[in-house]
């Protein structure tokens, strides 16, 4: 999973961005709405973290062009307000959740977790189900449903298969792979993305052969099996 956190403090969002990462998420941090809105309609976020108050447009504006825009990101709010009337405002206009600071890490972790809507099952300690698969993003590893094997995976290896596990069965293009893997700033260098499914597949088939990645001719891959 894929995490934009649009925030001017820098210390805090730095804070967040590094505890994202430990929990075994890519994150990217933004510092103004306006580039913050131009990376959110990528399409390269699974979650974006929104702070209410930025220094060149609110947070509530952004928030508004990404649904007039067509955008059904799951966004949810970070403000110092505690007014009913703001968290009742913000939920109106489109957000998903909405949390004040300051914020517990784990509540924080939970929150993305709960608004994170996806076909696979997410499961308690961030781990996700789908196709016989149990994807451990916090421990970088993968096992059969039924915990007969286990494979330890590298940071992008767990988040290319996180990614396509969101997916079980519809394909995902190699570009949006590339940006979910490398932001949406990458160039997408389409070798590294075929360097690293290679890799994958390679592991996933000393899980079984029940679960495959499938090339799908001129879009680009989907998880099959369970």
Sequence with gaps: MRVLMIEDATRLAEAVAE???KSGYGADVARTGAS??????????DVVLLDIMLPDMSGMDILHELREAGSAVPVILLTARQGVG???????????????KPFHASELLARIRAVARRPAAYRPGNAIEACGLELDMGALSVRTRDGAAVIALTPKEALLLEAIMGRPGSPI????????L???RASLVENR???LVHALRAKLERLGPAVRIETVRGVGYRLMGG
């Design 173 to 180: 293009s190699k570009s949006e792979l590339a940006a979910r």
């Design 182 to 184: 490398w932001g949406p």
């Design 19 to 21: 505890i994202l990462r």
């Design 86 to 100: 703001d968290r009742v405002a913000g939920l109106d206009a489109g957000a998903d959740d909405y949390l004040p």
């Design 36 to 45: 913050g809105l131009a990376m959110a309609l990528t399409g390269a976020y």
């Design 193 to 195: 993305v075929e360097v």
